[in-house]
């Protein structure tokens, strides 16, 4: 039997209410595979950290993930916390830099195409839309130097620099060509900057065009500007299926701009890893340790209702059991017990729906299905 151990961050507003139905997944696959053994503990994270330990990455629980196999998080931040001089986001922060997971993997795809209903896009605009986005999450404006000058409460200038080395684009792109290499044939790679204004992003074109035209001749390149490719995103998405690769903000705006297609920020899932991933069914997987969460945020505005989408945290657990464990079959079981909840009202059920897809369905509700579903699957 081998053990998983994997570290609970629900953090802050609705991160308890979606992690809770991403455990049922958890404890769901842990007694119906007895070849393997999935150990959980939960830690303190984000504000709610702030609040019980003056920190929002206490020491305690950033030992217990770098223990970890894997580490499932909710999300950070809120009012309480505002804008003030210790916030929830920088510990966010400081736990993917110790951990050096500069790739953030955001699959944009339909769990289900029965979600093409709820997308504010026309059909014909939505369908068939499949990519995802590797978001360099370690470097650029997050982490340059940032400055305030003068003197509080309103300070004359503030600065934040956008900074990247030759190296940070170079595995960044490595992992964005192994991941376009995983599908026969393999998916063509959209690189998205600023060239015509940033330096930094002229350093990134030329460090992508060389790293692919050297190490990964056969793959399609192509480079994008980021305010046109925002506009393609939602007026032809499928112009851009294959691998988006693009610098840390540039990435987080676009992928919260890509879960409109679908329907809903609450459905997108993500993992944060410290290099490429190896597929689970491959024959040289390697497992690797990852941070697993969904995009959104702790969404204050539904927080304690009980009403949250938990599709995207589900999903999460899904890629956390593909990439970290080598559980693929049970990564698979997942997405199509999501799918299946999803198309329930095709198969004559009552149609699965939280609030932001338009239905009245509680986040429990959900868990519920799809680990009903779930256990006739594995
Ligand atoms: P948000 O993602 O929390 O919410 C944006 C909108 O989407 C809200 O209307 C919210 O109700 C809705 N939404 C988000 N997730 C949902 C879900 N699962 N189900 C249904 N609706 C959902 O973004 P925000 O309001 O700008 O940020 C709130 C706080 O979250 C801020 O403090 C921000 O810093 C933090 N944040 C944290 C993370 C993280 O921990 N990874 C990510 C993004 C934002
Ligand atoms: C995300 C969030 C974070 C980010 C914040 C909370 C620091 O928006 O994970 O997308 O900007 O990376
Ligand atoms: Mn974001």
Redesign the pocket.
Known sequence: TKSFKVVLIP?D???PE?VAQAVRVLNVIDSSSPEIRLQLESHDF?GIAIDNHGDPLPDSTLKACKEADAVL??????PKWGVGKVR??QG?LKLRKELGLYANIRPASFASDSLLANSPLKESVAKGVDFVCVRELIGGLYFGERKEQGSEPQPEAAWDTMIYSVEEVQRITRVAAQIALTTTPPMAVHSIDKANVLASSRLWRKVVTETITKEYPTLQLDHQLVDSAAMILVSNPRKLNGVIVTENMFGDILS?EASVIPG???LLPSASLAGAPVVSDAKDFKPCFGLY??????????AGQG????I?TILSVALMLRYSFGLEKQAKAIEEAVRKALDSKEQGGLELR???LGGNVRTEEIGEQVVNILKTLL
């Open positions: 953090g507003g609705i991160g979606v984000g998080l909710g999300a950070v931040g809120g929830p986001e966010l919260d809903s920020l609450g969460e969904p995009i959104h945020g702790s969404a204050p505005d539904i009403i949250a989408n938990p995207g939280t609030k932001d």
